[in-house]
């Protein structure tokens, strides 16, 4: 039985969690900045629609990212060398979650919910979230968004408008992340796209260890999660 969360109550351990459907760990809860990183940093991250209380996940295997290994096909090389987008990062966050899922804007079923929106943009506004917009002709045409915590980037969700707009928007950020020191990008669950640029599965356990290495305080990295986590 999965267990029901009040606000502020200690996540189970992730191994409990479901086999079916897979990584649902705990039900209920809160989206406070504080629990929403406690999350993260365990792994754990919350997915859950409008019809439903905030539920919490830890899939295993899980997908991971590591920028160095990134793939980059011809035809993405061919959309970069034209320069026909412009990326910028942190510029219109609350645009880009509103864009992001698999259903928006009108969609009473999307899982971008009134309350993910505030809790993301507390996030943000904590400079612990992230964006990455990608314009076209002033036009917002694509995107992502997720959370930095040390070396390692939990992406969340991203969108794009135009062809090859979203994964404009990652390659560019990963130089970034490479120039952080940023060691993993989390992409939570499998994704033949994703896959197409380099992304791997792992073990939960092995996704774990990762986590423990790499979230540590670390001299050259800027963690404003922090001073949440420990209040």
Not at 112 to 126: D, G, H, Q
Not at 147 to 155: C, L, N, T, Y
């Amino acid at each position: 039985m999965v267990p029901v969360l009040n606000p502020g109550d200690p996540f189970p351990p992730t191994n409990t969690a479901l086999k079916d459907p897979d990584g649902l760990l705990a039900i209920g809860g809160d989206l406070s900045p504080k629990t929403l990183i406690r999350a993260y940093r365990s792994g754990i991250f919350p997915w859950f629609t409008n019809d439903k209380p905030v539920l919490w996940w830890s899939p295993n295997p899980r997908l991971i990212l590591r920028p160095k290994d990134l793939k980059i096909s011809r035809s993405l090389q061919k959309t970069l060398r034209k320069k026909m987008f412009e990326v910028t990062i942190n510029q219109s966050f609350e645009e880009v979650i509103k864009n992001c899922g698999p259903k928006r804007r009108d969609d009473s079923n999307s899982w971008i919910t009134e309350e993910m929106l505030l809790a993301y943009t507390r996030l943000f506004n904590l400079g612990v979230a992230r964006s990455v917009e990608t314009w076209l002709n002033g036009e917002l045409v694509g995107g992502l968004y997720g959370v930095s915590i040390g070396r390692v980037f939990f992406g969340e969700s991203m969108f794009s408008f135009e062809s090859d707009a979203s994964k404009v928007a990652l390659t560019t950020f990963v130089d970034t992340l490479i120039a952080e020191n940023v060691e993993i990008i989390d992409c939570q669950v499998y994704s033949s796209h994703l896959e197409s640029l380099g992304a791997e599965m792992v073990s939960r356990d092995k996704f774990e260890a990762l986590l423990s290495k790499f979230i540590q305080p670390t001299e050259g990295i800027i963690d404003r999660s922090t001073h949440i986590w420990d209040n």
